[in-house]
């Protein structure tokens, strides 16, 4: 594939051009997730309206779309598929809140606080259950075996990142493939299927995988370093989550890694959950900060990112691989 000419950061980058390319498609692939996500137990579609509902920028549904569009595909494959894609990613989130005892979401009460833990995962599982369904309606073997290992990889990175929690002897090594796993998987799997619905051969497949793959690893590092960083306001993510959970983020891994003995004693007992006050938390960023752990986070999210843009570089130029570049462009632009 050819060379790239990189841009990043561009920090007028926006979703605009994929809003614009997907707008028409995104319409029918909502239409099937509101189609989809009714039951006749009302707590269900309640439950699951409250997320969906809760706005999220729909990053993967649309990679979906601009990836057929990329190659041209003119079918309807591509939108129950994308609606599969958003239903794995809710159901994910469901599950994650759960875990992690968040109390906001976007923004708003996450769905586990207004309706409860148990319906949060069993609405989880029901979604779960539906983009199984949509598969299977698809009826290619080779959809299923993409998106149903996505799903299982994105399991095996929640867990790791599970065990990974208050370790702070956890390397970078081991947190890229933790987000590899628990993020990046789906955005591969996304762009993937694109490639199998338009017919097109194992290579094309791989560039739509790599684009995705490395495009979901940035967008990761950046919402790990958006955490961290002191110049940004609240997002709809409670600020400071990570740190209180004691999730080994970069931003953590780089400040430990390259902190003195009494930075790291504070870090010991950040980590071990017993210093979690607002005023803990203002130590903690003001000592990323020193290090400059959030501007070299956001510098190795970069770097996936013009990996990504490589992928699709041999691409024809046109309105989809532009949209796309752009995308990448505003995942490591953003503040938010």
């Not at 006749?40 to 409250?50: D, F, M, N, R, S």
């Not at 809710?90 to 979401?105: F, I, K, Q, W, Y």
């Not at 949509?134 to 996505?150: C, F, H, N, P, Q």
Request: charged residues 25%; proline residues 3%.
């Amino acid at each position: 594939m050819t060379a790239t000419v990189h841009t990043l950061p561009r920090s007028d980058a926006s979703l605009a051009p994929i809003l614009a390319l997907t707008a028409d498609g995104m319409n029918h692939v909502n239409a099937i997730i509101l189609d989809r996500m009714q039951s006749k137990i009302p707590l269900i579609p309640a439950l699951a309206g409250h997320l969906i509902a809760g706005g999220g920028k729909r990053m993967r549904p649309m990679l979906t779309l601009a990836s057929a569009a990329l190659l041209e595909y003119e079918g309807a494959r591509h939108y129950k598929l994308a609606a599969v894609v958003e239903f794995i990613h809710t159901a994910t989130l469901l599950h994650d809140d759960v875990v992690d005892g968040s109390d906001m979401r976007r923004g708003k009460q996450a769905a586990n606080v207004v309706f409860g833990n148990p319906a949060a995962v069993l609405v989880g599982d029901f979604l779960f259950s539906r983009s199984f369904e949509l598969m299977t309606e698809d009826g290619s073997l080779r959809v299923l075996k993409i998106l149903s290992g996505a799903s299982a990889i994105i399991a095996e990175g929640e867990v790791d990142q599970l065990t990974a929690q208050r370790q702070l002897e956890t390397s970078e090594e081991r947190y890229l493939q933790i987000v590899g796993a628990k993020t990046a998987a789906l955005f591969a799997a996304a762009c993937r299927i694109a490639a199998v619905v338009a017919e097109r051969d194992a290579k094309i497949e791989q560039a739509l995988d790599d684009y995705g793959r490395n495009l979901g690893i940035a967008f990761q590092l950046v919402d790990d370093a958006i955490d961290y960083d002191s110049e940004v306001a609240e997002s709809g993510k409670d600020k400071g989550d990570d740190f209180r959970d004691g999730k080994m983020t970069l931003p953590v891994i780089l400040a430990y890694a390259r902190g003195s003995e009494d930075e790291r004693a504070f870090w010991r007992e950040a980590m071990s959950g017993k210093r979690t006050s607002d005023e803990d938390l203002a130590h903690a960023i003001s000592l990323i900060a020193r290090h400059d752990a959030v501007n070299d986070t956001r510098e190795r999210a970069k770097h996936f990112a013009n990996r990504a843009i490589d992928a699709i570089s041999g691409f024809p130029a046109n309105p989809a691989r532009a949209a796309m570049i752009e995308a990448v462009q505003f995942a490591v632009a953003r503040r938010f």
